[in-house]
């Protein structure tokens, strides 16, 4: 069982940064892709990035491409997500996830296997 705690949420004025933290409780998260992802109210939820094991690997929406960098650190559990740049339309409520399989579908939230509950993001403009 992998729990998974987000942190680094708040709110942020357009044009500013955040550093969104996802530390899993599991003794390891070995072999673990992992996956953020968000969601508007009203809206589905949707890919925003998602990084392989060895970080060889990384996947972003294109609306975030060049504004934000997902990384890992595999000796502390934890993925990050460096979010510069913000605008009003990524408030969301911004989710880790950990996929413990073939990563074939890094943008399928389908394929993770645990979540964690969220943090938000709210831009102001």
């Known amino acids: 069982q992998v729990q998974l705690v987000e942190s680094g949420g708040g709110l942020v004025q357009a044009g500013g940064s955040l550093r969104l933290s996802c530390a899993a409780s599991?003794?390891?998260?070995?072999?673990?892709?992992m996956g953020w992802f968000r969601q508007a109210p009203g809206k589905e939820r949707e890919f925003v990035a998602a990084?392989?094991?060895?970080?060889?690997?990384?996947y972003y929406l294109d609306s975030v491409k060049g504004r934000f960098t997902i990384s890992r650190d595999n000796a502390k559990n934890t993925v990050y997500l460096q979010m510069n740049s913000l605008k009003p339309e990524d408030t969301a409520v911004y989710y880790c996830?950990?996929?413990?399989?073939?990563?074939?579908?890094?943008?399928?939230?389908?394929?993770?296997?645990?979540w964690g509950q969220g943090t938000q993001i709210t831009v102001s403009s």
């Open positions: 990084i392989s094991w060895s970080g060889g690997n990384i």
């Open positions: 996830a950990a996929d413990g399989g073939t990563f074939q579908r890094p943008t399928d939230a389908g394929i993770y296997d645990y």
């Open positions: 599991a003794r390891t998260t070995s072999g673990y892709a």
